[in-house]
């Protein structure tokens, strides 16, 4: 059974950083790419895509966070990552990880076979 697990959400004030974590389980880990996504509370609901990490560990990253964020992911540790800097009210959402076979473009939320359950983040001045 694919399982992907998010944690480290948490309430911080503008310009602060956290680190999610998102462990998978279930596939080979290093046959797949990964990505991050985010829902915002209250709007259409339509996922955002702001980061994605090949099966190789190539790293791409939505303008909104380019520079901000980083995506990695620990082949020992079955884990994806997503340190996130320098937040502001805007990255305020619910975070998902999501898995894919290396089809597909990483900014496209059904190119994602397996989908982690969420971990919110909420940023306040």
């Known amino acids: 059974q694919v399982q992907l697990a998010e944690s480290g959400g948490d309430s911080v004030q503008v310009g602060g950083s956290l680190t999610l974590s998102c462990v998978v389980s279930?596939?080979?880990?290093?046959?797949?790419?990964l990505g991050w996504f985010r829902q915002v509370p209250g709007v259409e609901r339509e996922l955002g895509a702001i980061?994605?990490?090949?099966?190789?560990?190539?790293?791409s990253y939505a303008d909104s966070v380019k520079g901000r964020f980083t995506i990695s992911k620990d082949y020992a540790k079955n884990t994806l990552f997503l340190q996130m800097n320098n937040l502001t009210p805007e990255d305020t959402a619910m975070y998902y990880c999501?898995?894919?076979?290396?089809?597909?473009?990483?900014?496209?939320?059904?190119?994602?076979?397996?989908w982690g359950q969420g971990t919110q983040v909420t940023v306040s001045s």
């Open positions: 980061a994605g990490i090949s099966d190789i560990g190539t790293t």
């Open positions: 999501a898995a894919k076979r290396p089809e597909g473009p990483w900014f496209r939320s059904d190119s994602y076979n397996y």
């Open positions: 279930g596939l080979p880990f290093g046959d797949y790419c």
